[in-house]
T-cell receptor, first 119, second 111 residues
């Protein structure tokens, strides 16, 4: 079974703190993703990575950065946490389906999520 | 830009009744389509996916979906729901390396 783990299920931080969220997958997937999930807004992509040291901005990258030093690990960094970053954060990983160009993402496997509260 | 519309934000049904959760997508190219389920306080879990081949796709927990290219739809169905099917359901379309998700449909199964 594919396993995607996230470093914390619940996290409480103060405004201005630097926050690290870590994600590890054990299936040798090329792609890894960070989403945030808010009621009524669904899942919104923050950043994704298609290879080690490679990253691409998603739909809402402002206020976030990422790091992928090893294939199995993808970290999300909030440089200076703010209250509007209180949310559920979900990590996912996937293979690519070769289909011309970069290819298309196959099934994404999700971690259990980290509920972050910024006070 | 490709997008996914889930037509109902909430669907209440009684136990053992049939259910259909509707999903429409916009795309000008070949698509790969997915349905995910999220139980409370958990991550998303794949229910089923359409990559190619038969337009009727069967998934886990008795769910199935039909890909309709002419109507750009991928509706999810189950003939008889259980209390344990209460969850939020997300439709998604593959766009290059990414998935574009709908906003979700909350299915509530009442006894």
């Amino acid at each position: 079974d594919v396993k995607v783990t996230q470093s914390s299920r619940y996290l409480v931080k103060r405004t201005g703190e630097k926050v690290f969220l870590e994600c590890v997958q054990d299936m040798d997937h090329e792609n890894m993703f960070w989403y945030r999930q808010d009621p009524g807004l669904g899942l919104r992509l923050i950043y994704f990575s298609y290879d080690v040291k490679m990253k691409e901005k998603g739909d809402i990258p402002e206020g976030y950065s990422v790091s992928r030093e090893k294939k199995e690990r993808f970290s999300l960094i909030l440089e200076s946490a703010s209250t509007n970053q209180t949310s559920m954060y979900l990590c996912a990983s996937s293979f690519l389906i070769p289909s011309g160009g970069f290819g298309s993402t196959d099934t994404q496997y999700f971690g259990p999520g980290t509920r972050l509260t910024v006070l | 830009a490709q997008s996914v519309t889930q037509l109902d934000s909430q669907v209440p049904v009684f136990e053992e009744a049939p259910v259909e959760l509707r999903c429409n997508y916009s795309s000008s190219v070949s698509v790969y389509l997915f349905w995910y389920v999220q139980y409370p306080n958990q991550g998303l879990q794949l229910l089923l996916k359409y990559l190619s081949g038969s337009t009727l796709v069967k998934g886990i927990n008795g769910f199935e979906a039909e890909f309709n290219k002419s109507q750009t739809s991928f509706h999810l169905r189950k003939p008889s729901v259980h209390i344990s099917d209460t969850a939020e359901y997300f439709c998604a379309v593959s766009v290059s390396e990414k998935l574009v998700f709908g906003k979700g449909t909350k299915l509530t199964v009442n006894p």
